[in-house]
T-cell receptor, first 112, second 115 residues
Framework: DAGITQSPRHKVTETGTPVTLRCHQTENHRYMYWYRQDPGHGLRLIHYSYGVKDTDKGEVSDGYSVSRSKTEDFLLTLESATSSQTSVYFC???????????FGPGTRLLVL | AQKVTQAQTEISVVEKEDVTLDCVYETRDTTYYLFWYKQPPSGELVFLIRRNSFDEQNEISGRYSWNFQKSTSSFNFTITASQVVDSAVYFCAPQPASGTYKYIFGTGTRLKVLA
């Protein structure tokens, strides 16, 4: 257990509304990642962070922004949700000295 | 450019059969890491194994074994004497040694083990 929690675990929202997903870790890991999982695509990286206020884009970053103002929290924001952002969102952390990522439980987001 | 292929979308086997899941990672990099994850019906992602590109020794862990062949770019995963609890989606996830530790996930193989 890498001490990762995601909130909310489930969310239904309407097109055009802002949504923020939170990833919280308790062990001061430097690297954190946000992925989305869609049928036929596996997991795709949205954004990642390599430290407080240090973030970078992944392969599917359009329509998403992130913030990391403290080590333990990595926030993913959909500024104006669209139906194409209906997905399962996973947060991950990387332990120091390892290459392996460990994943949170996921957040199911439905945009109507 | 790198490309990861899990050509088997879905596999069904009967309990106690052996099953091999294929993964091909095409890259010009000489240094990289290879991972397998399991996603059971409950939805969480479970880390199974990490190997590096310099290590072509097969690895066995209980009923699981992994075979990496750099010459064919394949990193295959075998479950011996499959069980119903092995039913899950299995993802191969190469990681270029770029310093950002980013994965390139395959599309996954859904394994159904029938009793």
């Amino acid at each position: 257990d890498a001490g990762i929690t995601q909130s909310p675990r489930h969310k239904v929202t309407e097109t055009g509304t802002p949504v923020t997903l939170r990833c919280h870790q308790t062990e001061n890991h430097r690297y954190m990642y946000w992925y989305r999982q869609d049928p036929g695509h596996g997991l795709r990286l949205i954004h990642y962070s390599y430290g407080v206020k240090d973030t970078d884009k992944g392969e599917v970053s359009d329509g998403y922004s992130v913030s990391r103002s403290k080590t333990e929290d990595f926030l993913l924001t959909l500024e104006s949700a669209t139906s194409s952002q209906t997905s399962v969102y996973f947060c991950a952390i990387k332990l120091a000295g390892e290459e392996t990522q460990y994943f949170g439980p996921g957040t199911r987001l439905l945009v109507l | 450019a790198q490309k990861v292929t899990q050509a088997q979308t879905e596999i069904s086997v009967v309990e106690k059969e052996d099953v091999t899941l294929d993964c091909v990672y095409e890259t010009r990099d000489t240094t990289y890491y290879l991972f397998w994850y399991k996603q059971p019906p409950s939805g969480e992602l479970v880390f199974l194994i990490r190997r590096n590109s310099f290590d072509e020794q097969n690895e066995i862990s209980g009923r699981y074994s992994w075979n990496f062949q750099k010459s064919t770019s394949s990193f295959n995963f075998t479950i011996t004497a499959s069980q119903v609890v092995d039913s899950a989606v299995y993802f191969c996830a190469p990681q270029p040694a770029s310093g950002t530790y980013k994965y390139i996930f395959g599309t996954g193989t859904r394994l159904k083990v029938l009793a």
